[in-house]
């Protein structure tokens, strides 16, 4: 048996079996390495093309689809927004134009109670200014009447002291002649 196994030596194979360098660099097996090669890529291109290509092709087809359908969410959403938005704007600016009339109302009534009460307080200050005034027309004439008199009786005392003789009506036309001016 000794002969048979040396029968077999090839140059990639030692007398102890062992292989002598790298194998796959052998030329011997070469052939052997190719065929092996080319059916296992025959194998790997069929599982990919039959199995798995497939199944990806159907994921990322999916994922297209889930995305194309979340774009066209997006901007169904982003138009509602907007419209919502120009609502909101809308609602906003008739908001304001209503505070502004209502404010102008407001402005108004306040207004005419104000006027109302200016003329009132007009009117209550013209009657007591009329009544000051007549007061005071009133007060004026007693001043006046209780002037004669302190002065009629003063000049009277005052020619008593001097020595003469006091005539009343004397005295009281000569007051009221001083008096006129």
Same mark, same amino acid.
Not at 3 to 14: A, G, Q
């Given at each position: 048996?000794?002969?048979?196994?040396?029968?077999?030596?090839?140059?990639?194979?030692?007398?102890?079996?062992?292989?002598?360098?790298?194998?796959?660099?052998?030329?011997?097996?070469?052939?052997?390495?190719?065929?092996?090669?080319?059916?296992?890529?025959?194998?790997?291109?069929?599982?990919?093309?039959?199995? *798995?290509?497939?199944? %990806?092709? !159907?994921?990322? @087809? =999916?994922?297209?689809?889930? $995305?194309?359908?979340?774009? /066209?969410? #997006?901007?169904?959403?982003?138009?509602?927004?907007?419209?919502?938005?120009?609502?909101?704007?809308?609602?906003?600016?008739?908001?304001?134009?209503?505070?502004?009339?209502?404010?102008?109302?407001?402005?108004?009534?306040?207004?005419?109670?104000?006027?109302?009460?200016?003329?009132? *307080?007009?009117?209550? %200050?013209? !009657?007591?200014? @009329? =009544?000051?005034?007549?007061? $005071?027309?009133?007060?004026? /004439?007693? #001043?006046?009447?209780?002037?004669?008199?302190?002065?009629?009786?003063?000049?009277?005392?005052?020619?008593?002291?001097?020595?003469?003789?006091?005539?009343?009506?004397?005295?009281?036309?000569?007051?009221?002649?001083?008096?006129?001016?």
């Amino acid at each position: 048996m000794a002969t048979e196994t040396n029968d077999f030596v090839s140059s990639c194979i030692d007398a102890g079996g062992s292989a002598v360098g790298m194998p796959q660099l052998c030329g011997e097996w070469m052939g052997n390495q190719i065929f092996w090669l080319v059916v296992t890529l025959v194998v790997i291109f069929l599982i990919l093309s039959r199995v *798995a290509l497939p199944r %990806i092709g !159907a994921i990322l @087809a =999916e994922r297209q689809g889930t $995305i194309t359908n979340d774009i /066209a969410a #997006a901007e169904e959403l982003k138009a509602k927004a907007v419209e919502a938005e120009e609502l909101y704007n809308k609602a906003l600016a008739d908001a304001r134009a209503e505070a502004q009339r209502i404010a102008a109302e407001a402005r108004a009534e306040i207004q005419v109670g104000l006027d109302e009460a200016i003329a009132k *307080a007009d009117a209550e %200050i013209a !009657a007591k200014t @009329a =009544e000051s005034e007549k007061a $005071i027309a009133e007060i004026r /004439a007693g #001043a006046l009447d209780s002037i004669k008199v302190v002065a009629t009786d003063t000049a009277g005392e005052i020619v008593t002291a001097l020595g003469g003789a006091a005539d009343e009506a004397g005295v009281a036309n000569a007051v009221q002649a001083r008096v006129k001016g």
